[in-house]
């Protein structure tokens, strides 16, 4: 009976595209994920601004009272950035 043969090790260079190919997937997968996500946010955004939506309406006082809204929205960096 022979003894059986040890299995070769992959050498270096089959490792490093091994995971250049792990890592290309892996890009591949959060690229996607984020372009999903991207997708999901442009929508919403788009929904938002139609007529009578809270987009829409911010958009509309901001353009009768620029300066207001500026105080408001300072006022309210303020505000979120004292609670951290």
Do not use: C, H, W
């Not at 070769?8 to 591949?28: F, K, V, W």
């Not at 809270?54 to 901001?62: D, F, R």
Request: no cysteine; glycine share 8%.
């Amino acid at each position: 009976m022979d003894a059986p043969q040890p299995t070769p090790q992959p050498g270096m260079a089959e490792r490093a595209i091994d995971a250049a190919t792990d890592a290309s997937r892996t890009i591949g997968e959060v690229a996607g994920g984020l372009r999903a996500a991207v997708d999901r946010l442009a929508y919403a955004i788009e929904e938002a601004r139609k007529p009578g939506r809270p987009l829409s309406t911010v958009a509309a006082i901001t353009r009768e009272a620029p300066l207001a809204s500026l105080f408001v929205a300072f006022l309210f960096g303020v505000a979120v950035a004292r609670r951290r």
